[in-house]
């Protein structure tokens, strides 16, 4: 995020030192050419200031930003790993779900998960309460046991405490909700979503 607003602003400035250039060869000539200073300056800063913002304008189309589905998977094999996902955070990892034993499913995620901490970048993690009464809820209605799914979040608690401890840095947070879940996402440096109902 940072380095596109860098980008912008250098892109810009020449944008502005070229469109100061055009307008002041215009200024020249007009002014050589009619000997009238009041229209050479208006010629020039018309010039200028057209110059300018069409340059704006044609490099900001380049540009490809999607706000909204960018793209649908029809079930988990099709869209990417957890693996895949996290690698290409910068800045953060937000995980939104019922015990995020998908999310943290190996020790290689935990590590990689660790090293990005270590980098700077900071996890949110939210989670089911182990005792919410819409826990069994939402266990049965999936045909599951909720004496399972209740170890399962205890077992992600005792995981992230561990990546709390192991990466050394208070860049982690991890909170637990009291409500029927109905989302499941990874978010990844607040621009960019993986969502599953």
Do not use: H
């Amino acid at each position: 995020m940072k380095k596109d607003m860098v980008d912008i602003t250098i892109r810009e400035i020449i944008f502005f030192f070229a469109s100061t250039f055009i307008g002041s060869v215009t200024y020249y000539i007009i002014d050589k050419l009619l000997s009238n200073s009041m229209l050479s300056i208006i010629s020039a800063a018309v010039v200028g200031l057209s110059l300018f913002l069409l340059l704006v304008i044609l490099s900001s189309r380049k540009k490809k930003f999607t706000l909204g589905v960018s793209k649908i998977y029809i079930d988990f094999g099709r869209a990417p790993s957890t693996m895949e996902i996290i690698k290409n955070a910068r800045n953060s990892i937000e995980y939104l779900g019922i015990s995020a034993r998908t999310f943290i499913n190996s020790e290689i995620i935990e590590e990689v998960l660790e090293n990005k901490i270590r980098e700077g970048i900071e996890l949110k993690v939210l989670i089911l309460k182990p005792d919410s009464k819409y826990l069994s809820i939402k266990a049965i209605d999936q045909g599951d046991d909720p004496e399972a799914w209740k170890c399962d979040i205890n077992a992600s608690l005792k995981r992230m405490s561990k990546l709390c401890t192991g990466a050394g840095t208070r860049k982690v947070s991890v909170r637990i909700y009291d409500a029927l879940p109905i989302w499941r996402g990874i978010l990844i440096d607040s621009r960019r979503g993986f969502i599953t109902f």
